[in-house]
């Protein structure tokens, strides 16, 4: 595993750092936001092209430094947009892990507030979601539309990240692997990985966990692709979103299975808080397909 990518030495020490840290899980977090954004500006733009979306205004400057206010496509939030993503997103992953794991928080709340690993997926979108369409609706910016744009890129996105995951070996990995159950066509880092140099240092069971990483990075490009495949559906505005909702949901409900984490009591069934949010997710978009697979009157 690389869970750091490069080291650069300071010509002197600042703040009591002698170097700077270029981690894979940040690097691919990163790459995630940024392939989010690009390919949300793309669509916003085509959509505003086609009429399907109206402009926002926009405050510029003139050539003589004056500001002035214009009509622009809704692509031009996207800077601020992905400012509010990666804030929220950072806080909310930070915010639900403490709440998954409330008794290692109370022995020692710094250790885990300021631990580089320690995110959680869910609360990361959550309190990015709310930011974001708090944002987009102050500006004037059909919601539904805006949402049925982003929601399929945030599933690549995801994907991304779950690399910077297997990267760092920061404990997002599955259950020990059954070496007996390995079908031959499989590679063995496919099916049983023992995360070497995990930045976690932990040592692992000789036949490797599941790397579900990397069986996530698969779901969701795949699911990607075909949500991208469906920008031009037929139905109403928060079609596509629902969709997207009912394959983030049915993805991570299908992962946990094979999941390390942290189970909780309700209803007498031992569950995590991910497959909790998972069937969350799962009726919220089938209620949204069911009400939403028409066509706009």
Avoid at 219 to 239: E, N, Q, T, V
Wanted: neutral net charge; contains cysteine.
């Amino acid at each position: 595993m690389y869970p750091r990518l490069l080291e650069i030495p300071l010509p002197i020490e600042f703040l009591g750092l002698s170097s700077i840290t270029i981690y894979s899980f940040g690097a691919m977090m990163a790459t995630a936001f940024l392939m989010a954004a690009w390919l949300t500006r793309r669509e916003l733009d085509r959509l505003y092209k086609k009429g399907v979306l109206n402009s926002v205004q926009v405050t510029t400057k003139k050539p003589n430094g004056k500001k002035q206010t214009v009509q622009a496509s809704p692509s031009t939030l996207m800077g601020t947009i992905t400012v509010i993503a990666v804030v929220g997103g950072i806080v909310g992953a930070k915010v639900f892990h403490i709440l998954e794991n409330w008794g290692d928080f109370m022995i020692n709340p710094a250790a885990m507030i300021f631990s580089q690993g320690g995110l959680t997926f869910y609360g990361g979108l959550l309190f990015a979601a709310v930011g974001i369409m708090w944002y987009v609706h102050k500006s004037g910016v059909n919601l539904f539309r805006f949402v049925d744009s982003i929601l399929p890129t945030v599933m690549l996105a995801y994907g991304i990240g779950r690399i910077g995951c297997h990267l760092a070996g920061d404990g997002d990995w599955g259950i020990p692997a059954n070496p007996d159950a390995q079908p031959s066509f499989v590679p063995d880092w496919l099916w049983g990985e023992t995360y070497p140099n995990n930045i976690l240092g932990e040592t692992l069971p000789e036949s490797g966990v599941y790397p579900t990483s990397i069986y996530e990075f698969v779901m969701a490009s795949i699911l990607f692709g075909i949500l991208w495949s469906l920008r031009d559906h037929p139905f109403k505005a928060g079609w596509l979103a629902s969709l997207s909702l009912l394959f983030f949901g049915v993805e991570r409900l299908l992962i946990e299975q094979i999941r390390v984490n942290n189970l909780f009591d309700v209803l007498g069934m031992q569950v995590t808080q991910a497959e909790m949010i998972s069937v969350v997710m799962i009726v919220a978009g089938i209620v949204g397909l069911a009400i939403l697979t028409r066509r706009p009157s």
